[in-house]
């Protein structure tokens, strides 16, 4: 494995959007962004895009406790960026999401030719200072491989009680199956979690089930935020179809008026 300086950033400063390009050629695993000068609040919104699209997208605080559900250290001036799965029991299943870069799909011609990273820094920052570093090794030989793509999106909740979402990603290239969801409240809890697909209902738990099942397997649960989590037992294959759905919803249930963010974690494919 190798663990390498990328490109300088550009545009560090407060009030700007800090942008690097990342060499091609091998197959990444994770980033570490060292950061100074900056509070991780400050770091208002983190992009990384493939080939000019989005490919996943959060704050320096969701990622954070992103991390710390996962069982990481806190960050302390280097935040992690996995783009493999974490503690889970298969290294096989773990490295299933690192991709490969510059090299092609043999069967669809798709190919990732370029990794930038852009991150916004608030205005309020004091002094900021970013160098981004890269855990990578050789790059397979089928093309970049299975991509975990996050979609970050943000519901107005109204009122205490039932909130239902049927709109998350679904049923294309990026969006085959899920892997995992972050619900995170402004305001109050998530009590609850139903799922149901085509009508029927495939997940319910009580954020205290949920909590104890996931402190019984591999996570860390945040007081914060309830996640369904399909690998929180280790396990890595038991992932919830996404495809050829005709109804997919999502009823959270809130104990207070909030803006509830949904953050998915979903497995798909490089598409030319």
Known sequence: MLNLLMPAFSGVGAGQTAIVSCPMGNKYHSLQLIYAGVTLAQLKEIRILINGSIFQRFTGTEREFMNLFDGMEASDGILVIPFERYNLHERMGM?????ST????????????????????????????????????????YGAGTLMYIDNRTYAVASAGEFTISDA???????????????????????????????????????????????????????TMFVY???????????????????????????????LKMITENFGILSM
Do not use: W
């Open 169 to 223: 990603p679904r049923g294309n290239m990026k969006n085959i199956s899920c892997n995992r969801i972050y619900f995170v409240p402004s305001a109050g809890t998530v009590d609850s979690l139903e799922i149901q697909t085509n009508l029927y209902k495939v997940f319910e738990r009580t954020s205290a089930l949920n909590t104890r099942a996931q402190k019984n397997g591999v996570r860390n649960p945040v007081s």
């Open 102 to 141: 510059g090299v092609m799909n043999p069967e669809t011609g798709a190919i990732i030719n370029s990794l930038e990273i852009q991150i916004d820094i608030d205005v309020g920052a004091l002094a900021p200072v970013l160098s981004l570093y890269a855990e990578q090794s050789q790059s397979e030989t």
């Open 95 to 99: 490295e299933e999401t690192a991709f």
């Open 229 to 259: 989590d399909t690998t929180e037992s280790g396990k890595g294959g038991d992932l919830m179809n996404l495809l050829k759905l005709t109804d997919h919803r999502y009823i959270v249930k809130c104990s207070a008026i909030n803006q």
